[in-house]
């Protein structure tokens, strides 16, 4: 696959312009980009898997799972450039990416579909592996350009090199082994000064074998707390999008947007709530009680 030839034989200065091309020419200018963690089995902080939680309403829904939970992210065309800028610019060596036969079918505008029921994701670092597991579907354009790609992931898991942490793990064994002996061979028991020391010994020890185990400064679910922040912006302004449209509409600066929007958020709310009241009061009343309908709905508006 092209797509996979030139991501991984990428200029060395991991230049913009470069992944400005790359997007062009593999993605269409609707495309977007999605990872779908609604399955994931195995995420220890639930904070990781975006900026906030969305709504219902909000959440786009995985055309693989039909989740419509919220959990996971979405790029879009022109967010795209930068995040793999990023992913390759904070430690990513390589990406790979493994399928089996794919189901292809088109819809009747003419896109073309690939579905993959199993697709391995392993994401190359210099001293960790992070290979994902799930299912793949890439919806191609009629000019055979990517408009959607996603992947719903179930787990992940990391992997370090033996050489990583095998040190680590020898010294924590001869520091047991040693308080082991200590305490066999002491007839008179250990005091407390020899006691202390070998805790000091293991201690630092297991502080070493957790710094090897952190270098790459990864969360709960294997990304890199850069490339998630750049997922989450688009996020944020995207929540923000009424607000930046009244500001334009209305021409003021953002404190005095902020504001106004709030006081007319709220009244907003108000007359939806009185329509709905008055909905509900109709289907309840007979017709011969316009008058009192009237005066409760007067008593309402003044409260």
């Given at each position: 696959m092209q797509y996979i030839y030139h991501q991984r034989h990428r200029p060395q200065e991991d230049s913009i312009l470069y992944w400005r091309k790359f997007v062009v020419q593999y993605f269409a200018q609707r495309a977007r980009k999605r990872w779908c963690l609604a399955m994931y089995d195995n995420v220890g902080n639930q904070a990781?898997?975006?900026?906030?939680?969305?709504?219902?309403?909000?959440?786009?829904?995985?055309?693989?799972?039909g989740s419509k939970s919220g959990k996971g992210f979405e790029a879009t065309f022109e967010v795209l450039p930068r995040l793999n800028q990023i992913k390759f610019d904070r430690g990513v060596i390589d990406e790979l990416l493994f399928v089996d036969l794919p189901n292809e079918y088109r819809l009747p505008s003419g896109v073309m579909v690939l579905e993959y029921a199993k697709a391995v994701q392993e994401t190359?670092?210099?001293?960790?592996?992070?290979?994902?597991?799930?299912?793949?579907?890439?919806?191609?354009?009629?000019?055979?350009?990517?408009?959607?790609?996603?992947?719903?992931?179930?787990?992940?898991?990391?992997?370090?090199?033996?050489?990583?942490?095998?040190?680590?793990?020898?010294?924590?064994?001869?520091?047991?082994?040693?308080?082991?002996?200590?305490?066999?061979?002491?007839?008179?028991?250990?005091?407390?000064?020899?006691?202390?020391?070998?805790?000091?010994?293991?201690?630092?020890?297991?502080?070493?074998?957790a710094r090897s185990l952190e270098l790459q400064s990864l969360n709960d679910l294997g990304f890199s707390k850069r490339y998630v922040r750049c997922l989450q912006a688009p996020e944020v302004v995207s929540s923000m999008k009424d607000l930046i449209e009244f500001s334009q509409e209305h021409k003021t600066g953002p404190i005095e947007s902020l504001k106004n929007y709030a006081q007319q958020a709220a009244a907003k709310l108000q007359s939806q709530k009185m329509q709905e009241m008055e909905q509900l009061v109709n289907a309840q009343c007979l017709p011969g009680d316009q008058s009192t309908l009237n005066k409760f709905l007067e008593c309402c508006r003044t409260e």
């Open positions: 990781a898997l975006g900026a906030f939680p969305r709504s219902s309403t909000e959440a786009w829904q995985c055309g693989i799972c190359v670092y210099d001293q960790l592996r992070v290979v994902r597991e799930g299912q793949l579907r890439i919806i191609f354009s009629q000019e055979l350009k990517i408009l959607l790609w996603e992947f719903c992931a179930r787990r992940h898991e990391e992997f370090f090199p033996r050489r990583l942490v095998a040190p680590q793990v020898n010294q924590l064994l001869q520091v047991a082994q040693k308080v082991q002996n200590t305490v066999t061979e002491s007839s008179a028991g250990v005091s407390a000064q020899e006691m202390q020391a070998n805790c000091n010994m293991f201690v630092t020890a297991g502080r070493q074998l």
